[in-house]
């Protein structure tokens, strides 16, 4: 069992950024893939980015490509996000989630792990 807890979301301003961080439990952290997904109201969850167990291959929605990054320590069992020029609709409800394949993925499907998640507002 992986256990997932996010934090660092809030209300910014667009242009401003934010780094998200999810802190996960149980062992053999850096064997999971993880990723970071967003649920804005109404909408679908979609991918924003993956990273591989040893974090040398990462995979990024085109929506955030040069403006988000994500990045782990596999030492301190954390993935963060790192988030810049965020956008009125970047607003969402952000999660991280791990999945035992160890390679990148935007699949929601093989990402048995989440977190509760945690909410962006970024205002115009």
């Known amino acids: 069992q992986v256990q997932l807890v996010e934090s660092g979301g809030g209300l910014v301003q667009a242009g401003d950024s934010l780094r998200l961080s999810c802190a996960a439990s149980?062992?053999?952290?850096?064997?999971?893939?993880m990723g970071w997904f967003r649920q804005a109201p109404g909408k679908e969850r979609e991918f924003v980015a993956s990273?591989?167990?040893?974090?040398?291959?990462?995979r990024y929605a085109d929506s955030v490509k040069g403006r988000f990054t994500i990045s782990r320590d596999n030492a301190k069992n954390t993935v963060y996000l790192q988030m810049n020029s965020l956008k009125p609709e970047d607003t969402a409800a952000f999660y991280c989630?791990?999945?035992?394949?160890?390679?990148?993925?935007?699949?929601?499907?093989?990402?048995?792990?989440w977190g509760q998640g945690t909410q962006v507002t970024v205002s115009s």
């Open positions: 990273i591989s167990g040893g974090g040398s291959s990462s």
């Open positions: 149980g062992r053999a952290f850096g064997n999971y893939a």
């Open positions: 989630a791990a999945s035992p394949n160890y390679l990148p993925t935007y699949d929601t499907r093989v990402y048995p792990y």
